[in-house]
Nanobody
Framework: QVQLMESGGGLVQAGGSVSLSCAAS????????MGWYRQAPGKQRELVAL??????NYADSVKGRFAISRDNAKNTVYLQMNSLKPEDTAVYYC????????????????WGQGTQVTVSS
C-alpha cells in the first residue's frame, strides 16, 4: 500500500509564510506527479501546484507567491507559501500519481489526509 504523510501548516498572519511537506511511502515503483490541492470551506477542491519533474503548474492565484519542489530520492514534495492572504485559508491536500511495485503498469491517484492552513487578516 501507499501512504502520503503531510506535515506543516497552521495559523499564520497575512503576509507571512508557511511550508508544507508530503512524503510518500510504501510499495512505490515510480511517482509520475506530485503536488498540492486545497479546499476552502464551502468550496470545491482546487489545484494549487503540481510537478511532474519535467514541468510545474501553478494556479494563477498563487503564482509568484508559492513554490513547489520535489526530492525524488525521498519521494517528497514541498510547498513554500509566501505572502499569504486570508483567501489562502484552506485544507491543503497532498496528491500523487503513483505506480506501485505490484502493478507497475497502472497509475493510481493517492491523497494525503489534509493539513489546515489558516491565514488571519
Amino acid at each position: 500500500q501507499v501512504q502520503l504523510m503531510e506535515s506543516g501548516g497552521g495559523l499564520v498572519q497575512a503576509g507571512g509564510s508557511v511550508s508544507l511537506s508530503c512524503a510518500a511511502s510504501g510499495s512505490i515503483f515510480s511517482i509520475d506527479v506530485m503536488g498540492w490541492y486545497r479546499q476552502a470551506p464551502g468550496k470545491q477542491r482546487e489545484l494549487v501546484a503540481l510537478t511532474s519533474g519535467r514541468s510545474i503548474n501553478y494556479a494563477d492565484s498563487v503564482k509568484g507567491r508559492f513554490a513547489i519542489s520535489r526530492d525524488n530520492a525521498k519521494n517528497t514534495v514541498y510547498l513554500q507559501m509566501n505572502s499569504l492572504k486570508p483567501e489562502d485559508t484552506a485544507v491543503y491536500y497532498c496528491y500523487a500519481r503513483i505506480r506501485t511495485r505490484t502493478a507497475s503498469q497502472v497509475r493510481r491517484d493517492y491523497w494525503g489526509q489534509g493539513t489546515q492552513v489558516t491565514v488571519s487578516s
